[in-house]
């Protein structure tokens, strides 16, 4: 480490803490702390590097006081002194600490020893065995039992132990407790590890398994799973795992985190589990994922059973509510839900986690009857175990599991917040592979069905507009690469770095967007399209290149945000600014008004809809959601009750064989800023029931004139009546 700094604040806030737990004797609910009449953690030389990382009680109480792991030093927390027995460059370290006031620390004295190798530190053991002795009763010392450091200084002080008549007690449960509610500065380090895990979730790992299969590669777990380590790794960050990742197929899974990637096996292209956790500045976080390869119907209802059971779980784990109860809760949903679950679950549905990466003494299990307090961090994760996949068509599809996970902090008076919120929908983490003959037919027909395009003019003008570093959305490939967006005579040209190209041209362009980088993650340029285009085997209509706000070199250089935004927004306007130039107008980029944006969910999840000049757009989701104002005939609100929470709003076009669009669960207090929008649009809209509007739109293109004849839209408006001579527009626009 380069010239540690102690944080003495931090250090007398949590070291109070520890003696207010010690003065109560019972923490949660266990009273050991109660027995102790001093508090000794001894920690030797390091493990051997070839072992898996091992967590330890004394190196996170370490951590947690110092913001280090401090080798080869002895700690002992008595009852009027904090002593520590180190060498000279550690003591030097918790200089800080010493000679304080005990009227401005509200703790006792620290006192110091420096390591005396002349004697093998007989002296300074006598010490501290003479303060273990005055502390208290002088009977019985607190540690943390399942530890036995290696090297010399610890076997000295060990051999010293031996002499005396010593009780103990190990207080490993309480001083866990005591740790487990995180302070601000904790929750901020948590959260940056839990955005390491996501990120190489998405945008490696999760990439990763999707070229192998896009690729029938053949990829031995173990290999895929080194591949993601070295992907987390960071010296420099200091980022490390805080396992082994773990990847599991082809029907041998073992739901635990002590699990090892098979050596010997390939990746199964069925149902395949994914372990991940990153540790940024000695704090854990993880990630458990599935993903599945053409599922079929019953796999999918246990996935999402698996979704449901997790975010009951959430619910549940509120502050003041016994860990037992979250436990309990989430096994009558089950019971209630699907019964036949229960002997396939994971026989807990998680742990807190902090320091170390699994804290056994407050697993979400039936034993547990401590309570959860707000700043808790736990790791919630909850799997099903030897199912069995009727359907399947070879030896390793036939027994499957699920398993999901995500690291959570406990909330005050509201349900836990997920700190790993990668999306794991069916549609997120589900692919669908045909056979090549089906594939060949499908992308056949595809192009056949596509509207021919104009060729595109290269410009050779050294002053086209251009963007580079863009990503395209849809990929190209399976593997997100980025690229460079140019501006020609006639259009567009995106090449990826790996040489693939894309093009889209102005006159096939019906909306360009731009969205700046205030307020979201992204920053990105949009292109809706009149005609489809093909590209990735795939017809688009929606074509998107976009920047990442939050890389990983940000987090390293904790660089100014407020600069790079400024950075991108400049780059950015400034291409649009010169396209509309170049193309005389002929492309005009629309900005989304945040300001005027309402939540709502046009497809399976709640996003923010954003006011254009034109249209009603979320671009930032996937898939994006544009609807044209111009091609909407009429708006309809369903379930405009007071009593509920939400309405649904309902877009009819005027292209009558075009399905209706329906954005659902708009919160009601929205219900008249909606309105004022639409008003300002000029568009109608009506208010009423749920309606079958399959069947209504079949009746007007089956008949279109009997259908205004008879009244047409009149009939969204419950207070017309057969004797009402007024308009359809007066009919529409009421309210």
Known sequence: MAN???????????????????????????????????????VGTDFDEDEDRV????????????????????????????????????????????????????????????RDRTDEDKANFGKLIKVMKQSKKGKTLGVFSKENYPGAFMDAWRAALKNESFDTVDVSAAAAYVMCPKEDSEIITIKKACLI???????????QIMEIIDSDKKVIHSKLAESVDGAIINDIMRVEICYPTIIQSGGNYSLKFSAVSDKNTTLHFGVIVCSLGARYK????????????????????????????????????VAGTKISTVYEAGIKFVEDKKPEMLNHLTKNFGFAMGIEFKESSLLLDPKIHAVAKKGMVFNVNVGLENLANLDATDKEGKSYALFIGDTVIVNEGQPATNLTPSKKNVRNIATYVKDEEDEEEEESGKENDLVKQDTLILSQNKGNPKLKNLYIWPN?????????????????????????????LYNNIKNAFF????????????????????????????????????????????????????????????????????????????TPFRDLGFFGAPYRSTVLLQPTSGCLVNLTERPPFVITLEDVELVHFERVQFHL??????????????????????????????????????????????????????????????????????????ESDAENDDSEEEELDRI
Request: aromatic residues 12%; charged residues 30%; proline residues 2%.
């Open 197 to 207: 895990s996501v990120d190489v979730f998405t945008k490696y790992l999760k990439d």
């Open 515 to 590: 969205q700046p980088c205030d307020g979201e993650v992204i920053i990105l340029l949009h292109f809706h399209l009149k005609h489809a285009i093909m590209f990735g085997k795939k017809k688009h209509v929606d074509v998107q290149f976009y920047q990442h706000m939050h890389d990983r070199d940000d987090l390293a250089a904790e660089q100014s945000e407020r600069e790079l935004r400024h950075k991108l927004n400049t780059a950015f306007r400034s291409f649009c600014e010169k396209v509309e130039s170049v193309t005389k107008q002929e492309i005009e980029f629309d």
């Open 4 to 42: 540690p700094s102690l944080d003495k604040d931090m250090f007398f806030r949590r070291i109070k803490r520890l003696y207010a737990a010690w003065k109560d004797g019972e923490v949660g609910t266990d009273d050991s702390f109660s027995k102790m009449d001093c508090l000794l953690s001894a």
């Open 645 to 718: 929470k939400n309405f649904d709003l309902i877009f009819v076009f005027k292209d009558y064989h075009r399905k209706v669009a329906k954005v659902n669960a708009i919160p009601m207090n929205m219900l008249d800023h909606v309105k004022e929008w639409l008003k300002s649009c000029d568009i109608l809209y009506s208010e009423g029931v749920h309606l079958n509007w399959t069947k209504i739109m079949k009746t007007i293109t089956d008949d279109p004139e009997g259908f205004f004849d008879s009244g047409g839209w009149s009939f969204l408006n419950p």
């Open 282 to 317: 000695c704090y854990c976080s993880n990630i458990v994922r599935t993903l599945l390869v053409n599922p079929t119907k019953a796999i999918e209802e246990n996935y999402n059973f698996l979704l449901q059971l997790e975010e009951e779980i959430l619910k549940k784990l």
């Open 476 to 504: 190209i490939v399976i593997r997100k690469m980025t690229g460079g967006l140019e501006a020609h005579t006639n259009g567009f040209r995106y090449t990826s770095v790996c040489g693939d190209k894309v093009d889209i």
């Open 55 to 114: 967590y330890s009680k004394s190196t996170a109480l370490q951590t947690w006081l110092f913001g280090y792991e401090l080798l080869d030093t002895i700690m002992l927390v008595a009852e009027d002194s904090i002593n520590f027995l180190a060498s000279k460059n550690k003591i030097e370290f918790l200089k800080k600490v010493e000679n304080q006031n005990f009227e401005d620390t509200g703790v006792p004295s620290v006192k110091l020893f420096v």
